[in-house]
């Protein structure tokens, strides 16, 4: 009879997550030990590369503040590509907090990285939970706006692809809240407005951004 572990490689061996144990084990294999490359600079060298290769784009653009800017930043062809949300989990699985117990943010942009975190790190024997925050109460079946598995009392890391001002990670952060959770750290994959770590702090809450505009080689948007 098959052993537990070989229960869970049989079932995470389906897609998308034979991807996702076929790359760590990779990596463990290049790094002596499982997940351990996303300790290191070359994670994050490989992320930026990634989002200057296909999620950055140059030109003119508005932004929805309705601001001029020269770059724009489509990061979900980043985080929803196969590649890039490896990445992604990696450089967040590194850098977040122990205590993290689950992972999710406003819907759309906090999705596709909320989802891979919790699925690499499956993979790796850390269980977190995964959810997203509607953009408005739902009005049947279950009702509110947190959609997923998030419990009263999960220390939670709240996600985004991309963030210039930081309104929608404190929104998600406040119906967190208002959920019986506890908000622990912010984490958008490119800060690129520069502000939202001050607007956090004005409520109690650290921001970690896996890269910067600066890390782009573009300087911060500022206030907006």
Do not use: N, Y
């Not at 407005?193 to 782009?216: H, I, R, S």
Request: with cysteine; hydrophobic share 50%; aromatic share 4%.
């Amino acid at each position: 009879m098959a052993t537990p572990s070989a229960w869970v490689d049989v079932v995470l061996a389906t897609p998308p997550f034979w991807f996702a144990i076929a790359t760590t084990r990779l990596m463990a294999s290049k790094c002596g030990t499982r997940g351990s490359v996303g300790s290191t600079p070359m994670t994050k060298a490989a992320l930026i590369d990634h989002l200057l290769a296909h999620s950055v784009k140059q030109g003119d653009f508005v932004l929805k503040s309705g601001k001029a800017t020269t770059w724009f930043i489509d990061a979900k062809q980043t985080t929803c590509s196969p590649d890039g949300m490896l990445l992604v989990a990696d450089a967040a699985l590194a850098a977040m907090p122990d205590e993290i117990t689950a992972v999710g943010g406003l819907t759309m942009g906090a999705d596709a990285m909320a989802f891979s975190i919790a699925a690499v790190a499956a993979t790796r024997g850390r269980q977190l939970r995964a959810f997203s925050v509607r953009k408005e109460v739902k009005d049947h079946g279950g009702g509110g706006r947190i959609a997923g598995a998030l419990e009263p009392g999960d220390k939670v890391l709240i996600t985004e692809d991309a963030v210039t001002r930081g309104v929608s990670m404190l929104e998600a952060a406040e119906v967190v809240r208002e959920a019986g959770a506890e908000p622990v750290l912010l984490m958008p994959v490119v800060d690129r407005g520069g502000t939202v770590t001050a607007m956090a702090a004005e409520q109690g809450l650290p921001v970690l951004a896996l890269v910067t505009a600066e890390d782009l080689g573009f300087p911060f948007e500022g206030p907006v």
